[in-house]
């Protein structure tokens, strides 16, 4: 995953989808990030609700995550980040009063760049084929 330097708050940087067969409220999932974002500059937004992941990306259901931009993304203060993302499951048994969790941690990789960092080795490279 990459974002751009002084990405507005909301910016999507990625999507998180977890599978799984049940339907209805056992099957969503909750997320959230817990490591790897010191500066709170990403957040993961879980679907439904206002300004949930239905609201960001559209057609979301409640195992769809959407990484965003939530703070100030500064290159020259931090060029990567490896966020830790947990995926938890909660199972209700409705005839008892009986809540199980499932966890699970995945790692993202999120590099920072600067807009016109891409398109400066482009140009550098074709440059340097006309001089040789």
Same mark, same amino acid.
Request: proline residues 2%.
């Given at each position: 995953?990459?974002?751009?330097?002084?990405?507005?708050?909301?910016?999507?940087?990625?999507?998180?989808?977890?599978?799984?067969?049940?339907? $209805?409220?056992?099957? !969503?999932? %909750?997320?959230?990030?817990?490591?790897?974002?010191?500066? @709170? =500059?990403?957040? #993961?937004? &879980?679907?439904? $609700?206002?300004?949930? !992941?239905? %609201?960001?990306?559209?057609?979301?259901?409640?195992?769809? @995550? =959407?990484?965003? #931009?939530? &703070?100030?993304?500064?290159?020259?203060?931090?060029?990567?980040?490896?966020?830790?993302?947990?995926?938890?499951?909660?199972?209700?048994?409705?005839?008892?009063?009986?809540?199980?969790?499932?966890?699970?941690?995945?790692?993202?990789?999120?590099?920072?760049?600067?807009?016109?960092?891409?398109?400066?080795?482009?140009?550098?490279?074709?440059?340097?084929?006309?001089?040789?």
């Amino acid at each position: 995953m990459s974002v751009v330097e002084e990405s507005p708050s909301g910016t999507v940087v990625g999507t998180v989808i977890a599978s799984d067969p049940d339907a $209805g409220d056992n099957a !969503a999932v %909750d997320f959230a990030i817990v490591d790897g974002d010191d500066d @709170g =500059v990403f957040d #993961v937004i &879980g679907a439904g $609700g206002e300004g949930g !992941a239905d %609201d960001v990306i559209g057609g979301g259901d409640s195992r769809t @995550g =959407v990484i965003v #931009v939530k &703070g100030r993304v500064d290159r020259e203060k931090r060029e990567e980040y490896l966020l830790t993302v947990r995926l938890e499951k909660k199972l209700q048994v409705t005839c008892k009063v009986l809540r199980l969790y499932s966890t699970w941690l995945f790692g993202f990789q999120i590099k920072c760049f600067r807009p016109y960092e891409r398109n400066v080795k482009s140009v550098k490279k074709k440059f340097d084929n006309l001089v040789s």
